[in-house]
Structure formats: C-alpha cells, structure tokens
C-alpha cells in the first residue's frame, strides 16, 4: 500500500499529516508528503522518519512578504500552484493506490488532477467545518470577493462562493487542465472537495452539523503525541515561579511585532503572570531583557501548553486543537478565516475567552484574561481536554486503507 498525503499550508496545516503518516505507516503503508519548501516541515517529517516531497514556494516567505507579489496577483499564484502540484503528485504518486490532499484550492486541484489523470483514488480532508459548504454557517470570503453585506441565507451565500471560486481559480485550474490533456471544471470548489469531504476536527471543539448538503465524513483531529522535550532554558523558567501565560500568532503576520509583545506583555502582567512569547512568523520582539519573560521559537507546543495557565493566540485550527487537548485555558485573537469560528467555539465552549477583533489593546487583552483565568474556566477547559478525541489519525488511516481495499 502506497500513500501520498499533500497539503500547502502553514504549519498548523503540515502538522495534521505528521500524525496521519505516522499512523498509516504502523499499518504498513509506504507513505510521501508533498509540502511547502520550508526548512520547518523537512524538518518535522524527518524527526518521525516520512519522506518529504517540496512542492510549490516557500509558505512562509509568501505569508511575511519576503517572495514579491507576482505580476498578475492571484491568479497567477494560482497557476503556479496547480502546476506545481499537479506536477509533483504525477512524479511521487507512481504506483499510490490513494492521494488525499488539502490546503488552498488550487493546489488541491492539482492533486485531484493529478489522481485523476493516474486513475487512482483521491480524498479531500479540511481541518475546520467552516470551509465546507453548510446552511449552518456562512463561507469564506475569496480573495477580492467579499460577502455580500445585506445578504444572510448562507444557501444564498455558498451559492454565490460556487461562482466567485470559479473566478479566482477557475481560469488557472483549467487552463492547466488543458494542457495536460483533462476536461474543464465548472465547478472548481467542488471538484477540489468531492461530495464527500473528511473533516478532521474533534466532534466536541468543532461539530459538524446536520443537516447539511454534503456527506462529511468527520474523523476526528489528526494529533500525534509530541515525545520532544522542552528546552532546558525553557524549563528552568518555567520551574522558577508560577505557570507563566503563553503568546504566541504562529503564521500570521503583525505590522508592528515589538508593539504587540509590549501590548501582550503588560496585559499578561496586569494579571500578576509571567510571559512565554513565542516569535512566530511574526517575529515578535521584546524591547531588552525581561526577567517575568521567556521568548521561544520552534517549541513543543504540546508539552509546553500542559505547563501554562492560559494560552493567547489566533485561532488558528492547529493551534486551538493543541490548546484544548492541552486543556488550557484559551485567549483567541483572531485574525481572519477560520479563526473567528474557533474563537467562538472556545467561549461557547467554556474553555477561554474570544477577544473583540483582532487588535488587542492592553485594557481589552486584559479582560479577557481575566475570565480566561478563573478557577470555572480552567475546570471547563480540563473536562473537555478529557472528553477529547486522540484516535482521529488512526480512524482516518484505517478509512484509507479499507477505501483502497473495497
């Protein structure tokens, strides 16, 4: 059994498959990833032993603003990703019985093409409810498309997503599917998902609801238990007081770095807590030393939030999974895309707090530490630490290998 898994995305999007491949590979499939270049993926899929296909343009440069914008903007960002993929799954998938993909659409779409195109099976997963098609909530705005103000049946809405999906991406997608010999797509979004898309969250932090028009298949999280030991710096901080607050925007970028860890910092203080900041992508800065403070990069995320009182960040799918299997209590400061979900299911959750917006001054940060850090918060975020899923990898590599079987 041969199986090559493909995601371009951050890290919160890559770490999902580390735990897959590890599972499929106990089951004895030969296992591949395609993903973004980044020297922090080889670098993750080394440490458990999976081979690492670079496929498309570093993600990271892209996200901070290192890679220019190209001449024709998104549209062109789309082509190169299409052809990129689609590429580089023909050359990795020779002799796969499954490809299963997700990430941005494009890419995805080169995926499929490519399983298309071999005659072997492929499989959408996304890693929050909210990219999939429901009347129970509303889309995504695509690039340049956003939601129509005035309009609230989300039916109405995702029908509108069908046709502004088609014209970001429909022209790159299919253009490179004549090229290589394959019909046009009307529909490019569901094409990329399928009619039956994997969702890979945990039942309890992020449902799927019915009804919906899509048959989901919901598998629970990904997550692979992190053996990496923290830092000895780190533990040491951590051992010399009270369990600090952690900070930490993973990919997102932040116009002023130094102001929002001054910002974070002096709203973590006004709570009497110490500070773990951890730089991101952001490159969060602090101004000089500061002993109440411990700044960290690439960190086990797992062992270090289990050591935390609460735990401020984005919201982002990967992040706010670890938070809540961590049972942390959770301060989101979303950004955009899913995050705004995550963060409302974290305060209808009981398990942290969701901040106004996505600029925290240090008065608002302030408040909802506050309640992030009461005794009833930190009880909630423990129980549903206890009710949370682990199988979900397992779960979605026994599907894998029962679909190639059947």
């Known amino acids: 059994m041969r199986v090559l898994l493909s995601a371009y995305d951050s890290r919160g999007g890559v770490e999902p498959l580390v735990g897959l491949a590890v599972r499929l590979r106990e089951l004895g499939a030969e296992v591949r990833v395609c993903a973004p270049p980044d020297e922090e993926f080889a670098k993750r899929l080394a440490g458990v032993g999976v081979e690492m296909v670079a496929t498309g343009a570093s993600v990271r440069d892209l996200v901070t603003g290192r890679t220019p914008p190209s001449p024709g903007g998104v549209p062109r960002r789309a082509a190169e ?40 099976r492929y499989v959408y997963a996304s890693y929050q409810p909210v990219s999939l098609p429901s009347p129970h909530h509303p889309p995504m705005p695509r690039p340049g498309r956003p939601l129509a103000p005035d309009v609230t049946d989300n039916r109405v809405l995702w029908d509108q997503d069908v046709r502004d999906a088609q014209e970001v991406f429909g022209e790159a997608v299919n253009t490179h599917r004549a090229s290589v010999g394959l019909p046009p797509v009307d529909n490019v979004r569901d094409y990329a998902f399928t009619d039956r898309p994997w969702l890979a969250t945990d039942p309890v932090l992020a449902p799927w ?64 807590r110490r500070a773990v900041v951890s730089r991101g992508w952001a490159d969060l800065a602090l101004a000089g030393d500061q002993d109440d403070c411990f700044v960290v990069g690439e960190v086990n995320h797992q062992a270090l939030f289990r050591r935390v009182a609460a735990v401020v960040h984005h919201g982002g799918a990967g992040t706010t999974t670890t938070a809540t299997w961590a049972g942390a209590p959770q301060v989101v400061v979303p950004q955009g895309a899913d995050q705004p979900y995550f963060a409302g299911r974290v305060a209808d959750l009981g398990i942290g707090a969701a901040h106004d917006g996505p600029t925290p001054t240090v ?35 026994e599907l894998l290998l029962d679909a190639v079987d059947r």
């Open 81 to 120: 990703l299409t052809a990129a993929f689609y590429d580089k799954a023909i050359e990795a998938a020779q002799g796969c019985d499954v490809l299963l993909a997700t990430g941005l659409v494009p890419a995805v779409a080169g995926v499929r093409a490519a399983a298309e195109k071999l005659g072997v």
């Open 363 to 397: 008065e608002s940060l302030s408040a909802a530490l506050k309640a992030a850090l009461t005794p009833e918060t930190r009880d909630r975020a423990s129980a549903v630490a206890g009710a949370f899923r682990t199988d979900g990898a397992a779960v979605a590599a």
């Open 209 to 272: 609801q019915q009804p919906a028009e899509l048959d989901v298949l919901q598998t629970g999280a990904w997550v692979l238990p992190d053996e990496r030991p923290l830092p000895a710096d780190l533990v040491a901080f951590l051992e010399a007081g009270p369990a600090p607050v952690y900070v930490g925007f993973g990919s997102i970028p932040m116009r002023d770095p130094q102001e929002v860890a001054r910002v974070v910092v002096e709203a973590i203080r006004a709570q009497g």
